[in-house]
T-cell receptor, first 113, second 113 residues
Framework: DVKVTQSSRYLVKRTGEKVFLECVQDMDHENMFWYRQDPGLGLRLIYFSYDVKMKEKGDIPEGYSVSREKKERFSLILESASTNQTSMYLC????????????FGEGSRLTVL | AQSVAQPEDQVNVAEGNPLTVKCTYSVSGNPYLFWYVQYPNRGLQFLLKYITGDNLVKGSYGFEAEFNKSQTSFHLKKPSALVSDSALYFCAVRDPNAGKSTFGDGTTLTVKP
């Protein structure tokens, strides 16, 4: 089975802190994605990546950056966390191309105080 | 820009009755459509997809969906609901050119015994 692992299920951070969310997949997928999920807003795409060292902005990239140094790992970085970034963050991966389904991690629930 | 609408926030059905969760989409070009399910405090799981071919698609756990191009719809169905089907359901459309997925806001399905 495909496994997408997010390093932290629950985090509590303070405003202004730098936050790292890590995601690792074990199926050699080329595509990786970061979404945030908020009640009533569905999933919104923050960043995605088709290959190592490449990244594309999604619909809501402001306040976030990403890093993909290795194929299996895609990190989301909040340079200076703010309270409006309190959310559930979901990492996903898929095979190269556009017809494959997404495989999701269990999510990281971030609270910024 | 592509978009997905799930017109019902909540669907309630009795166990054993058929269920339908509605989804309409807007995309330029051929649509790649997906349904995902999310159980509490978990990531999303893939249910089924339409890429091409037969308009009726069968997926996991007895779910199926019907692609209707003229009505731009992709409704999720199941002939006989189970209490264990209670969850949050997301419809998604994948951009055939860019590869990123756009999700609906989700529909909470509650199946009562």
């Amino acid at each position: 089975d495909v496994k997408v692992t997010q390093s932290s299920r629950y985090l509590v951070k303070r405003t202004g802190e730098k936050v790292f969310l890590e995601c690792v997949q074990d199926m050699d997928h080329e595509n990786m994605f970061w979404y945030r999920q908020d009640p009533g807003l569905g999933l919104r795409l923050i960043y995605f990546s088709y290959d190592v060292k490449m990244k594309e902005k999604g619909d809501i990239p402001e306040g976030y950056s990403v890093s993909r140094e290795k194929k299996e790992r895609f990190s989301l970085i909040l340079e200076s966390a703010s309270t409006n970034q309190t959310s559930m963050y979901l990492c996903a991966s898929s095979l190269f191309g556009v017809t494959g389904e997404l495989f999701f991690g269990e999510g990281s629930r971030l609270t910024v105080l | 820009a592509q978009s997905v609408a799930q017109p019902e926030d909540q669907v309630n059905v009795a166990e054993g009755n058929p269920l339908t969760v509605k989804c309409t989409y807007s995309v330029s070009g051929n649509p790649y459509l997906f349904w995902y399910v999310q159980y509490p405090n978990r990531g999303l799981q893939f249910l089924l997809k339409y890429i091409t071919g037969d308009n009726l698609v069968k997926g996991s756990y007895g779910f199926e969906a019907e692609f209707n191009k003229s009505q731009t719809s992709f409704h999720l169905k199941k002939p006989s609901a189970l209490v264990s089907d209670s969850a949050l359901y997301f419809c998604a459309v994948r951009d055939p050119n860019a590869g990123k997925s756009t999700f609906g806001d989700g529909t909470t399905l509650t199946v009562k015994p």
